[in-house]
Each structure stands twice: as C-alpha cells, then as structure tokens.
C-alpha cells in the first residue's frame, strides 16, 4: 500500500530553460532524474545524491536548489534553469562559462553544470564579490580536479567582466 | 557499539523477569511495532520497524534467543537482525536486583555489532537511536509492569527511570 | 618558421562542450529498451553464504532477471591479474583476484552477491530487498598486525595465512653503514589514505546488436583498451566485435583503471544475454564500497647517518593493506618502496615489506599510488634526524640531493615497471632554492617570533620528492590530415580531464603548423585507435604525447614529399605554414592542407608503388625507462594549541616536470593534486570499525575539502628536460598529491616547537592532533602553565 503511494505516476508540469514539459511521474522521483532521464537534459549531473557535492545543482524560479534532494513534483508549475539554458546552441557562451574556459576553471567538467547554476544566481546578487565571499558560495560545491583556485579566478573574471558590460 | 545502564522497576523480581520473557509483553514493549513469537524454548523470531537518520524505516527480521538463564536474576540474550538496509548482532547481559523498597534494579549491557548502509551512513545516529529505543521499551516495560500488579501492591511512586548509559 | 604552440597556455579545446552540458558522460547514454541494474551488496565484511533466495525478486513486477554466481555458470571466474609481480628473487606473492559475485563467501562489505536487472533503476532497487542472502557471520581481518597473528581468521582460506605478498629488495650494504653509523633515528610510521572520490561515479552501459554482431560498451575507464580486450576474451568474443568506449569521464585518480569491476564485467554479459541494452551506474554509497581505494601501510624505518647529516643507509619494513583481494599486484607498495628514496643519494637501501589480506574493499592506486607513503617516511627520518643533529631541516637536505653530475643514475632495485629504478635527469638543489626564496624561509623564522609575540603560533614546512613517471610499455597514436583541413588525433587513452584533447593538439599543431582549435584529438573509444595501455602512473602525456608528435612528423614527411612531387620541386623548397602548404618564395604556388589531402586520395589515377593513400600516419612511442619528475613543497601553517585547528597560511610548489606542454594543464594538475594531498593529510580517512564496517560511507561524514578549506598554491615551474623522449616531457597528473602530508607535518611541528610533537601517522586529523597536545602537556607541566 505504502509503495502505492509513491509510486502511482502523478500528472505534472515543470518549465524548463523556459519550455514546458508536461509528464506522468512517480511521486518518488527525483528533480535530477527527471531532468536527466524523463526530457534527457543530462549536463544536470548527480554526484552523491544526498545533498553534498552540488553537482546537480539547477536553479528553482532563479535560486539555486540541489535537484538530487527534490522530488519532480515539488517543481510542478515552477521554472527551473539548467545549464543548457546558460548559452544559445552555437551561440557566444554565458560570461561565467566563459570565465571558466578562459581561467581554466574545470579539468574533468562533471561538477561544472553544479558550479555554474551556484554561480549565476549568487553574481546576480552580489555582482562585485570579493575572493571569501566567492569561496563561501561555491563551498558547497564539491571539485576534486582543480583544486578549486582556478574557479575562484574564474568569478573574479567573469565578474569583472560582467560588470563591464551590464 | 555498546549500550549499557540501570534501570529501575517498580515491581518484585519474579514478576519482571517473568515479564522479560514473554513474547507478547516484549512485542508490545519494543518500539516499531515489533511483533515477536516465540519458536522454542527461550527462542524469539519476528519482526520490527526501524530508521536510523537519513536512513529510511524498513522493516528488519529480528531473532531472539535467551541463553544462560538464572530464574530470576540474569540471563543473556543473543539479538540477530537483518533488513534490507544492514543488519545488527551481538549480546546483552541482563542482571536483576531485589532492592529493599520491593523495586528491582535492571543492569544491562548490549555489545552489539552494526552493519551495511545503516552502519555506513547512520552512524553519527546509531548511537542515539540505540538509546532511544532503550529507554522506549523500558518505559514501556514498566508501564506493563504496574499494570499487572494489584493496585494494593503497588508500591510508591518509583525513583525517576535512571537514564540509559 | 611555424608557430609554437608547445608551452603556450593554450585554453582547452573540450570546454565548450562541457560547459553547455552536451559533453557525454556515462550516465548520459539512454537507448530504446534499456534496462537499468542495480546490486545486492554484503552487509557483511566476512561471512559465509549458507544461501542465496532470489525467488521474491524474480517475481517482481518490472524484474528482467536477477542473477546470483550460480546463475553465471562458466562465464563466473576470478577477475584478471592486472599486474603480476615483478621478477625480484625469493618474492612471495599470493594471487586473490575479485570475482563478479561473491559465491561461497563475502570478503568485504559491498561485495556484490547478486545482480537485478529491472525496467527502471527504482524497480532494481525495490527488488533489492527480495533478494535473501542467508549469512553465517565470521570474524573480520582488519588491523595489519592482527591480520598476521597465527591464530588470525583468514580471508582466503586456501593461502593459510592471510600474507599477500612479501617482496625483498636492496642497494648497498646496510649493516656496513650501520656501523659506521654516528646517528641512528629510529621510529614506527602509519599512512592512511582515503577514497579517491572522483566526482562522478562509475558506469557501465552495454549493447549487443544481433545484426552486426557487434557490443558496444560505454564505460568510465581510464583504459578502455584492455578493457575491451579482457572482455572479448572473456565473452569469446573477436576484438574487433567489442567496442569500449570511455566517453567523457569525471575523475579517474586511479580507481577506474583497467580494474575488470564485477559491474564491468556482468554488465556486457547480461546485454547479450537479456538482448536488451543495460545500463548500471553506481550511487555514491556504493562508491565506498565497490570502488577500490588506497589504504594503510605501517613503517618501522631507520636511517643511519653521518654527525654532519648525511645518509649512509635506511633499512624499511612496511606492512600494505591490500584489502580483500589483490588485482592490481605490488604496484603500491612497490612504488612506496622505491620512491622512499626521492632526491637523495642513499648509498645503501634495505626494504621489505608485506602486503596483507584484510575484509575491506580493495586497494589499488589512487593518485599518487603509494609514492606519497615513502615520501612520508623519507621526509619525516630526515626532519627527526635533523632535529637529533641540530640541523636545518633545508640543510640537511641540501647536503643529501644527488648532484646534477649523477644523471642518469641507477638504484639496484626494481620499479613497478620491472625495470631497475631509473633517474633520468634531475636538478634538485636549485628547486629548494626556489621554494626557499618563494616562501621567504630566511626571514620566516624572524616573522615566526613576531607572530609568537602576538600568540600565534606559525611554522614552515618544506620538503622534496621524486616521482617516476610516463612509463612505458607504448602508446600510440593517428593523425590525419582531413579534407576540411582540421586534422584529426586519435589515441588509445582514455582521459579524465587532464585537457588531452588539447595537449595532444598543441603536439600536433606545431608539427604541422595549423592552428589548435583545427586539430580535432579522440580518446577512448576503440573503434578510433585499438592499440595502447591506458591512463595511469602520469603517464598520459608522456607516452601518448611522444606518440602524437612522431605520427605528426611522419604525416608532416607525407605533406612534404607530396606536396614537392605535386609542384614539381625539391622537398627542401617546400614550406609548411598556417595549415598551407607550398613553394617557398613563390606564394601563389600554394595549396591548403585540406586541398592537398584531397590529392592524396584521388578517385584516378594510381597511387604510386611504395606511397600511400591520404595524409595519415600511425606511431608508436614506448620508453625503456619512465621519466622522473621531482620538486618541492612549502607551506606555513598555522596552528591553534587549545583547539587543534590547522590553518594553511601560505603553499608553495617548485615542480620540474620537465618541458611543459601548456602550463595552464600543468599548474591546474598540480593545484588539483595539492588539494587532494591537504585532503589526505587532514580531512580524509576511512575509518573501519573492529568489524570491517565502514563508518563514514558519505560525503557527510567523509570530508572532502571545500573552497574554503583549500589555499591559494603559488607556483614555480622548473624545466629540466626528460631525455627519454622527443618532446623532453615528465608527467604530472600525481605530483601534487604526493609529498603534501609530509610537509604539513613538518609545518606543524614546527609551529609548536615547545610541544616536542612527533608526527608520525597521517591523516593527522584535529581529533588526533588534540591528543599528541594533550599527551605532550601531560608530560611537560610548563605546557600546561602556557597553555592556561
């Protein structure tokens, strides 16, 4: 009876990257599987599925959520961004993505999506950080390639250069 | 991990390890809606339901069997449980002793052997939960225990339960 | 002359990729009629299997199959060697490979036990609990010494004793020195490691295609080619009829070797079996237990020395947890064993040591692979020593370092590759000179008195290590000149974010002067390039490198001599620039690259006896010795007595590996393995119950360092070029991660010179710290006075 409950599909629909996907899903799934495996925008990457590493990080109506530690129901009727929304398919990359190339702010990239949704929403609000605050930002986003120094430069870059050109 | 304390019940010796030993009284004593049945002599089997933290309740296979009985003052007990989230085994040593306001004093000691997820992920919890649980099902036990016995026995309101160690 | 291209800081070619989300993981790949697994795993670290009752499961709705080691028949054997032991005389060494699901016995909690295949992986994991596996508990092997007790249980019964291996190795003659000996320190040392812990798990995702006949498996290996070799073998299947391929893989730092993991072997199996594509991706709980990992190794290690410092000898016996089976072979402990001896000139060398069989998940390499033990004990001897002798701990290493006159030079032991340990070049002097002058040691003592004033308590640490690296056997490589005119690479590796793609494009660039964005580089799919080993032992770029460059030069001789038959001149008056190639002198006798690869596959006409069709050329490199890496470490710390907090203040790095390719990559690799070193000496270890039951199976309680806790590294890059290879190249990929627990430790003894700490055990985590502090004030009750 119990596992009725979870799993007897549910009608929702989310927006995404600002479409909408509209979709019979188990109560039981996650944010992160559905974005990954139901409309298979898979840069959304998971890394511990509880919570820790960041890595699936996406934005919920612009704040930044873990999708691992939602389930796909809690989104109906709101908008998530993932990263295939930062940057138009062949067009100019998003100036955080660019920063992070240009600094080499990611080695393996897998926990890169998680950064960049982190990231967006925190330079909205504080456009001019200073180098703690970004460490303090990104400190619950997990990195084992790069030692997290050249993400760091990265903001900086991209803040600077976003500030630029407003 | 081991769990150990005093407790203290309100009731004569007999009685509480009478009580000690019946399935039923210990099914109703143990949280997570523990069903027990006994298989043989001093021999438990059942079931029981229980979540540690971020670890889910799920239901666990649990055996008991009592061994090294001395009527009524000690005996030991052999737990073995298993879900499908770990598993838990080990011993408890349980004396019994008459105090002269007519109360009994309960010493326990579990050494217990935790394993899988649950050892794994709860662990920070583990120890909390074991107490918990403990003090649970003594209280409860003793509640069973002033419930049996004649309103004219009933001796004066017990010390505070001493809290699991 | 053509652009340079090799050690330019040349941004990455795979990032856009990446950064949209379009770069394919593992994960990512999702097939029509695909199955998802999901595994049955030990609860137990020792156990015997009364019984396995999988038939609630069965019956489950959405379950495909569930397969127990009975249900696998012949295809159920024991893994492959993936490294034997080397030829070294009176060597012991007992042979437990894993096997794909445990069958009489489990040796280690998470050891898969039986496999569902089921329509989702939330189907797989309800059927989970249907499966009953009926355990006889037995007693855990898990402390090293305990383990060699007689009366010890053992994990592999038919060994009668639970020694994987003992390996004997020496240099010299160490009782001489003995003798001679003014000095002699003396001290047991402990070094834990951690899970490695690449951001992405594992994942095996398997097709079989009847009409073609064909499999095709994506995997998250560093060496997809023996991969796809072991499992033709295994599935009597052609090498040509498998197809692995290692798409985009986030992290490998060891474990996703060539390892043949249960879940990589069954996974293709079952593909065939079921003729439904089948994916398996591990979570993370399982990644701490099924992923092998390093571990512990015990060291009693003396070395005797001269009254002004200098070496005469060091004698080692080291115990290595080996965890429940031992795959990999002696690699670790062998690495420990010979890269103990780091910079110095040590006249005589006496090691042995014993890898032990205990029940807990396996040990193989993780980034640095054993190198950081030796380097551990060497470093701390040497600090003890000169602290014993009244010594600069810089002193004393300034009068030990080999001296540039002794390259190459030779110890008469062997290295995991077999061969005797080899230095091929080094300068190791004017690095700590470098690291000296960077972290201002000169004045650092005036500053540390100052800050003391102040009550804050700083200290220095500063030490040397040697890595050998980029051995061999071979790799090779493809380059071709396309029709467009980009050219493409293509490399038997598999890569994890060391920036292949665009290393390997530099190489190529330059040869052929196009620019870098035009070199398209492929790695990790056999279907591209089926010859070579994999990504290990810092070898990538070395190896694989060397390879780009000599199929770059043959397919730059192509372009030439074509190009001269087709303008009907000498070759020495044909130039090649700015992806053109032509006469030199008369511009407008020009073709483009792409144009000219068209003339070499012509729809007429002959291709000439003793040439080729199209612009391509395939090369091997294989080095008889690895190239040795080396450099220096330095960091202030600073730390706080009451509360055992440790603060990294400042951490500097001299690293000489050789000509660079593109220094962006280099320092990205080494701030990367810095942070894993920090990792490593003071927030990460598994910490096993007298059970075998693993405590900390989460990113909440395992702690890996955040942002916060890593520090700025300040770089200087040394280049002593490798003779080994055309390009003068070293590898990198480890470096960082290896000598930073031994410098941490000399920082902070060094921060607390009225405490005496000996540190002796590494991770040395704050808890620990406390009690060295404690159990030094206990001793000294003026500690106490100044501490209150």
């Not at chain 2, 002599?41 to 001395?70: C, F």
């Not at chain 3, 640095?368 to 810089?394: C, K, S, T």
């Not at chain 3, 806790?709 to 280049?719: F, G, K």
Request: hydrophobic share 40%; proline share 7%.
């Amino acid at each position: 009876m119990e596992r009725a409950s979870v799993t007897l599909p549910v009608d929702i629909t989310v927006t995404v990257n600002g479409a909408p996907y509209a979709r019979a899903v188990e109560p039981r799934l996650l944010l992160s599987d559905f974005l990954r495996h139901e409309i298979g925008l898979t840069g959304t990457h998971v890394g511990c599925e509880h919570g820790v590493c960041g890595a699936c990080t996406v934005t919920l109506d612009g704040e930044a959520v873990r999708s691992c530690l939602m389930f796909a129901v809690q989104a109906d009727g709101r908008e998530v961004g993932t990263v295939e929304g930062l940057a138009p398919a062949d067009g100019p990359l998003h100036p955080i993505q660019e920063a992070f190339r240009d600094a080499h702010g990611l080695q393996c990239g897998f926990c890169t999506p998680g950064f960049l949704m982190t990231l967006v929403p925190f330079l909205r609000d504080n456009p001019a950080p200073t180098e703690q605050e970004v460490r303090e930002a990104i400190s619950g986003n997990l990195c084992r390639c790069t030692g997290y120094q050249n993400i760091v430069e990265a903001v900086r870059l991209a803040s600077e250069r976003m500030s630029a050109t407003p | 991990m081991i769990v150990e304390g005093e407790y203290v019940f309100a009731g004569p010796r007999e009685l509480v390890y009478r009580l000690l030993q019946d399935p039923e009284v210990l099914s109703e004593a143990m949280p997570g809606a523990a069903k027990l049945a006994m298989v043989g002599d001093g021999e438990y089997q059942g079931s029981i339901r229980v979540g540690v933290g971020p670890v889910t309740a799920a239901e666990w296979k649990l055996s008991v069997a009592l061994r090294d009985r001395v009527p009524p003052e000690s005996y030991t007990m052999q737990v073995d449980s298993s879900g499908p989230i770990g598993f838990t085994r080990g011993a408890a040593t349980v004396v019994l002793l008459e105090v002269e306001d007519g109360s009994t004093v309960m010493r326990y000691r579990a050494d217990l052997q935790v394993g899988g997820r649950v050892a794994g992920i709860g662990q920070r919890l583990i120890d909390q939960v074991a107490k918990m649980m403990t003090k649970l099902g003594l209280d409860a036990l003793s509640r069973e225990l002033r419930a049996r016995l004649p309103a004219g026995e009933l001796p004066p309101a017990p010390p505070p339960a001493g809290e699991p160690g | 002359m053509g652009r340079r291209y090799v050690g330019e800081r040349v941004r990455r070619n795979e990032d856009r990729r990446l950064l949209t989300g379009h770069a394919m993981f593992v994960d990512d790949v999702q097939l029509p009629g695909m199955l998802h697994l999901a595994f049955v795993r030990s609860d137990h670290a020792h156990a015997r299997i009364r019984g396995i009752d999988a038939s609630a499961a069965r019956a489950r709705p959405g379950v495909a199959a569930v397969y127990t080691a009975d249900d696998l028949g012949d295809y159920w054997q024991p893994g492959p060697l993936l490294v034997p032991p080397p030829p070294v005389e009176g060597l012991v060494f007992n042979e437990a490979t894993q096997v794909p699901l445990a069958r009489d016995k489990v040796r280690h909690v998470g050891e898969p036990v039986a496999m569902v295949v089921a329509e989702s992986r939330y189907l797989a994991e309800d059927a989970l609990a249907d499966v009953l596996v009926d355990y006889e508990p037995l007693d855990a092997v898990v402390e090293l010494e305990a383990a060699l007790a007689p009366d010890a249980p053992l994990v592999h019964e038919r060994f009668g004793t639970n020694v994987a291996a003992f390996v004997a190795q020496r240099h010299g003659d160490y009782e001489r020195a003995l003798e001679r000996a003014d000095v002699v320190v003396s001290r047991r040392f402990h070094y834990d490691r951690g899970a490695a812990a690449a951001m992405e798990n594992r994942a095996v995702a398997a097709r079989w295609d009847p009409q073609a006949e064909d499999l095709t498996v994506w995997d998250t290996t560093q060496a997809p080619i023996p991969i796809r070799n072991g499992l033709a073998r295994m599935l009597g299947l052609l090498e040509s009829q498998v197809r692995v391929v290692a798409p985009f893989v986030g992290g490998g730092f060891g474990p996703k070797i060539m390892m043949f993991y249960p879940e990589e072997v069954l996974v293709p199996w079952a593909a065939m079996r079921l003729g439904r594509p089948l994916k398996w991706t591990e979570d993370r709980h399982e990644n701490f237990f099924a992923t092998s990992q390093e571990r512990g190794q015990v060291h009693d290690a003396e070395m005797a020395l001269t009254r002004d410092g200098r070496i005469l000898g060091i004698r080692d016996r080291f115990l290595h947890d080996t965890g429940a089976y031992d795959p990999y072979g002696l690699t670790i402990p062998i690495n420990s064993q010979c890269t103990l001896l780091g910079p110095y000139d040590v006249p005589s060398y006496e090691s042995e040591f014993r890898a032990v069989f205990t029940n807990k998940t396996i040990v193989t390499p993780v980034r640095g692979a054993g190198r950081q033990h030796g380097v551990f004990v060497m470093e701390r001897l040497l600090d003890l020593a000169a602290r014993e002798l009244g010594l600069d701990p810089v002193e004393i290493r300034r009068r030990n370092y080999l001296g540039p006159e002794l390259f190459p030079h030779n110890f008469d032991i062997l290295y995991q590759d077999f061969a005797p340990l080899y230095y091929d070049s080094g300068n190791y002097l004017p690095a700590m000179e470098t690291a000296c002058r960077m972290i201002g040691y000169e004045d650092f003592r005036e500053e540390q008195r100052r800050l003391r004033a102040e009550g804050r308590h700083v200290g220095v640490g500063i030490v040397s290590y040697i890595e050998g690296t980029g051995i061999g056997p071979y790799e090779g490589a493809r380059v071709t000149v396309d029709p467009s005119g980009r050219v493409r690479v293509a490399t038997g590796l598999g890569t994890q974010g060391q920036g292949h793609y665009t290393a390997f494009a530099q190489i190529v660039a330059e040869t052929l002067d196009v620019e870098v964005e035009r070199v398209h580089v492929v790695t990790g799919d056999t279907r591209e390039f089926g010859w070579g080993t994999g990504t290990f032992a810092s070898r990538g770029a070395v190896v694989a490198g060397s390879a780009c460059h000599a199929a770059a030069v043959a397919v730059r001789g192509k372009v030439v001599a074509m190009a001269a038959r087709l303008f009907g001149v000498d070759e020495e008056q044909v130039e090649v620039a700015g992806g053109r190639v032509g006469v030199r002198g008369f511009p407008e006798r020009a073709l483009t690259l792409g144009e000219l690869a068209r003339h070499a596959n012509p729809l007429r006409g002959a291709v000439k006896p003793g040439t080729e069709p199209g612009l391509e050329a395939t090369a091997y490199f294989g080095p008889d010795h690895g190239s040795t890496a080396s450099g220096v470490h330095a960091v202030v710390v600073e730390v706080d007595p009451e509360t055992a907090m440790v603060e990294i203040l400042r951490y500097v790095v001299v690293h000489d590996c050789g000509r660079l390719i593109n220094p962006l990559l280099v320092e990205g690799q080494v701030q990367g393995g810095v942070a894993h070193g920090i990792g490593n000496a003071f927030y990460e270890k598994l910490v096993y119950d007298d059970a075998g039951q693993l405590l900390n199976a989460s990113f909440m309680d395992y702690l890996l360092p955040t942002a916060m806790d890593v520090p700025r590294v300040e770089m200087a890059h040394m280049e002593t070029p490798a003779p080994m290879n055309p390009l003068g190249l070293k590898g990198v990929g480890e470096a960082g991660a290896i000598p930073a627990g031994a410098a941490f430790a000399q920082a902070v003894e060094d921060a607390l010179p009225e405490y005496g700490l000996e540190i002796r055990e590494i991770p040395l985590s704050p808890g620990q710290l406390f009690e060295l502090l404690e159990a030094a004030r206990a001793t000294s009750p003026h500690l106490q006075e100044a501490a209150g």
